[in-house]
Structures are given as C-alpha cells and as structure tokens.
C-alpha cells in the first residue's frame, strides 16, 4: 500500500480523492464529492481482508443517528493498487477543535457548549452499546453552527468508556493544555473542576459527569421548593397546647395564671417558628456528592463574559442515555477561532515549529525534507517527531519562539510553500 499522500488525485470506486485532510495509519481522511457533485469527506480504511467486518462496524455507526454526530451518507470499498480499501462517504465540516485550540483556548461558555454536545452524543453512542475511542480535539467538528463528533470510529463497547477522554478534552479546551491527572482539575472554575473529575476518576463514568453538569440547578430548584412548602406548613398548622393537670387554683387567682399561661405559651410556639423559618432560609442548598471530589474554595457560580468569536476559516487537519431534547443551536466556537493567545503555564516552555508536511513513515519525511532542503535551503528542513513515531512532520528548523515562528511562516509562504503550513507548540 503506498503512501496516503500519494494517492491524491486518484479515484476510488467513482469517488475522487482530492486533498488528504488527515492520516492515522490504516485510515485516511479526503476531500471529495459525491455522486451529485456535493462537497463530502471521504475516510479510507485499509481493509487487509477484512472488508465484511469494516463495513458492519461502519453500518452500524451510520444507523445511530444524533444531532452531535456526524452524518455517514454511504458505505462501500474498492480497490487501489491490488490494495483492498472500506470507505464511509461523510458529510463535509468547516473547522476542527483542534485548529481553535492553536491560536486560543475556549471561553468558560463555550466549553460549556461543547462539554453538553459530545456528552449527550456519547451517552447515545453508550447507549447503544458502543464506544467511539477517538474523543479528541481533532474530531470534534464544526458543522455550520452545530457541534458534531466524528462517527466513523465506533465499535462494540465492552468494558471502555469515552469518560475519561471526554474530562481530558474539557480540561485541554478550557485551558490550551494536556491533561495529565485528576490534581490538573483542581485549579479550573466552577463546575469544570468537579466535570473532570467526575469522568477521569477510577470510576468515573458519562453519568457521573451528566449529574455534574444538571445536579446543581436541580438541586436548587429542590431545596427553594422544600423551604417554601416547610414556612408554608409552619404558618398553616393550626397550634394545639397540650393541656397538663392543673392543682385547684383559688378563685381570687384563676383568671391572673390563665393570663400569663397563654402568653407564655404564645411567646414559646413564636420563637419555635421563627427559628423553623430562618433555619429553613439560611441552610445551604444541598450538594450531590462525587467520588473523589475535592472541596472547592467556593460554590458560587461564575459567568463567564460570552465571546464573540470571527468568521470560521476553512478546514485544516481534520480530523449514551436515551436521546434528549435538543435546545436551539448556538453559534458554534468550534467554527469561530479567535486571535487572542493565551501565554504558556509557568514551568512550560514555548517550542514552536512550522510544519509544512505530515507522514505515517519516517523515510517518506526524510526524503521530502531532502527535496526541500534542495530546493528552500534558506529554511533549513528537517524531519520532526513531537512523540518518537508516526506522525513525522517536514517542518522549517528546529523549535523556536512563537515570533520568530510566525516570521518564518509568513516567509514559506511568500516563498510559494503550501498555504496550509502551520505553527505549532509542542512544548518540548
């Protein structure tokens, strides 16, 4: 099988592939258009003979349908070089969370936003019995103003859950950076701190993170109905005095003790009621406990400014529960990526690189860098990898500051580089 980038251009059973949006060793992802002409995503897999089986898996991902995920309109294989290849014919997106997540990461409100999408999408796909495995920034997709997860991932769920890389991506959106372990939770704002642990806990789970993100204003409703039924009841309740054995009073003394009897008994059954209202109105609204929460300095709520986001640009690298009501979509912040950039955590450092290429084999990185070293001497390329294997990237020297790699960007560019060379910090 060659090389994914080097069957751009080729056609597969009738379908064109056009520009390769993303390779993950056996599966590819490709611009193309289907049979009407429509623009549409095409992911490729190498079948190695197990055609049958690659195309139930994606049947049974193309039948679950739900407003958060992404539409698989068909499904076939062909074959390329004596190779045998699956594909699944998906609906087109506009951007990735992962190309947001280069230049900003998101508002409080628009983690948010994207926290209820992917959760109620993955409590379908749990649901159903299975599990998507590939719940990262790279395939959270916008798609005009919704928020989808890639759907050509799924398989049978057996023990896993999508819980613990559903925290992960909430803790990576709300602050640009990677998750580690639970003690990284500690330091977010209301409710994200709790939202993340209750998913990458030991026993963390999809409805644990569902309780987090619903319990609090459930809560309040409960404990604001019951204070008002408890005063209520306490100012209704007709006040029956228990009557105790008397001894004979003297009549000159009979009406003076009654007197003082009644206020006494009066005074008494006041102070009880008062104390059942301002105990009604003052205790603290309940709270649903998580195992492994950790207190938090304070419960009050925040609101987070909302952001305006710009113009969505075009796509780089691409990449259960029972179904519940949908609100009414929102603008996407997957579509909308800002300018702003938020300053590296202290004790990180700041490597940036300039990628211009991708490969699945380092051989193939090496030999394009060799051609481009040829010909673009004066940007020094080199074979980078930011984890020791695949993917290795073609990129325009080593790691320097953020500066300086814009400037080197802007001057590929201008030396005719392809347009989709990008920064990017690996920190390291």
């Known amino acids: 099988m060659p090389l994914w980038n080097e069957i751009e251009g080729r056609t597969l059973n009738g379908l064109p592939l056009r520009k390769l949006l993303r390779s993950e060793g056996r599966t590819a992802w490709f611009t193309t258009e289907d049979s009407a002409g429509q623009p549409a995503v095409l992911s490729v897999f190498e079948a190695l003979s197990a055609e049958d089986s690659v195309q139930a898996r ?57 926290t209820e999408s992917l959760l109620s999408a ?57 998750f580690s372990s639970e003690r990284d939770a500690l330091q977010l704002p ?19 993170m569902r309780r987090v993100l619903s319990g609090p204003a459930t809560a309040n409703s409960t404990a604001a109905a019951a204070s008002s039924a408890t005063v209520a009841a306490q100012a209704e309740a007709p006040v029956t005095p228990v009557a105790a054995t008397p001894r004979s009073p003297r009549r000159d003394e009979l009406e003076p003790r009654s007197r003082r009897g009644i206020t006494i008994a009066a005074i008494v059954i006041m102070a009880i009621v008062l104390a059942v209202f301002w105990y009604a109105l003052k205790r603290p609204t309940p709270h649903i406990p ?22 969505a640009t075009p796509a780089g690298d691409a990449a259960g529960a029972p179904k519940a009501a949908q609100p009414a979509p929102r603008p996407s912040p997957i579509k909308t990526p800002a300018t702003a950039t938020t300053a590296p955590a202290p004790g990180e450092r700041n490597v940036w690189h300039v990628v211009v290429y991708t490969y699945t084999f380092e051989s193939a990185a090496q030999r394009k860098a060799t051609e481009m070293a040829a010909q673009y001497p004066q940007f020094q390329p080199q ?7 695949a993917p290795y990237l073609v990129t325009l020297g080593g790691g320097v500051s953020r500066q300086e790699a814009f400037s080197r960007r802007e001057a590929a560019l201008a030396a005719g580089l392809p347009k989709d060379t990008y920064m990017q910090n690996y920190r390291k």
């Open 58 to 114: 994606l049947n049974t991902a193309a039948r679950l349908q739900h407003p958060n995920l992404l539409v698989i309109r068909d499904i076939g294989w062909g074959r390329l070089e004596d190779e045998s290849l699956v594909y699944a014919l998906m609906e087109p997106f506009d951007q990735t969370l992962a190309e947001v997540l280069r230049e900003r990461p998101l508002t409080p409100e628009e983690t948010r936003e994207v």
């Open 122 to 178: 993955l409590e379908t796909v749990e649901a159903a019995g299975l599990h998507h495995g590939h719940v990262d920034a790279s395939g959270v997709l916008g798609v005009g103003d919704n928020i989808k997860l890639r759907s050509d991932s799924l398989t049978q769920r057996h023990a896993e859950s999508d819980a613990p890389a559903l925290a992960a991506l909430v803790y990576h959106a709300l602050t640009g950076r990677r």
């Open 190 to 208: 209301a409710p994200f701190a709790t939202l993340v642990r209750a998913g990458a806990a030991a026993n963390g789970s999809l409805a644990a």
């Open 290 to 311: 998580i195992s492994g929460e950790a207190p938090t300095a304070s419960t009050k709520p925040q609101t987070p400014a909302p952001a305006v986001p710009p113009n």
């Open 383 to 389: 074979v980078f990898s930011p984890n020791g294997h």
